[in-house]
C-alpha cells in the first residue's frame, strides 16, 4: 500500500526514476480498485454490460470512469519514470500507441531491471533505499557463524552492528 501511496504522492513527477517494486504495486492495487468499483458499479447500476452474440463488451460505470481519470497522470508519471530506471527516454510510453505489439513491448520494457548505478535521470533508486536502513522486510545478516570458543571471528557485514565478539579464552 505504501507504494502505491507513493505514486499518488509523486502525482505529476515525470523526472526521477522507479523501481520495478514501485510501478507493479502500483499496478496491483489499481487494478484491485478498479475491479472494486467495477462491482459497485454494476450494483448501483451504472455500469453496462453488452452481450454480443459470442463476447461481452463492459463499459465502465460512474465510479470506475471517475477512477481512471483520477490515476491517469500518475499511471503515465510512474510508467515514464520506470522507464528513466532503464535509461530510456519518456517518450518510448508512446510505443504503446502501436497495435499490439507496442504495448508487448512497454511490458518488456517494465519486466526488465533498472540500470545500476546513477543514470542521467538520478541515482539508483535501489541503492537509495539500502543507503537509508535495511530493504523492505529485510533483516540484517551477519556472514559467517556466531563465534565459538578456539575460532576466529569469520567476516563481518560492514554497517551491521550487532552483538558483541564473544571474549575468547
Known amino acids: 500500500m505504501q507504494w502505491y501511496l507513493k505514486v499518488l504522492k ?3 513527477d515525470f523526472s526521477g526514476r522507479a523501481r520495478r517494486t514501485e510501478f507493479w504495486m502500483f499496478t496491483l492495487f489499481s487494478i484491485l480498485a478498479s475491479i472494486v468499483l467495477g462491482l459497485v458499479d454494476a450494483l448501483i447500476g451504472t455500469a453496462s ?5 459470442s463476447s461481452f463488451v463492459y463499459s465502465p460505470g ?3 470512469g471517475l477512477y481512471g481519470l483520477a490515476v491517469l497522470i500518475p499511471t503515465l508519471a510512474v510508467t515514464v519514470r520506470r522507464l528513466h530506471d532503464q535509461d530510456k527516454s519518456g517518450w518510448f510510453i508512446l510505443l504503446g500507441l502501436i497495435p499490439i505489439v507496442g504495448g508487448i513491448i512497454v511490458l518488456v520494457f517494465m519486466c526488465l531491471e533498472g ?3 546513477a543514470n542521467r535521470f538520478g541515482p539508483d533508486p535501489k541503492q537509495d ?5 535495511y ?3 529485510g533483516y540484517p545478516q551477519q556472514q559467517g557463524y556466531p563465534q565459538q ?3 576466529q571471528q569469520g567476516p563481518q ?3 551491521y552492528q550487532g552483538q558483541p565478539p564473544m571474549p575468547q579464552a
Open 135 to 137: 530493504p523492505q522486510g
Open 129 to 133: 533505499a539500502m543507503a537509508g536502513g
Open 149 to 151: 570458543q578456539g575460532y
Open 115 to 117: 540500470t545500476r548505478g
Open 10 to 12: 509523486q502525482y505529476a
Open 49 to 53: 454490460i453488452v452481450s454480443t452474440g
Open 157 to 159: 557485514q560492514q554497517g
Open 62 to 64: 460512474l465510479l470506475g
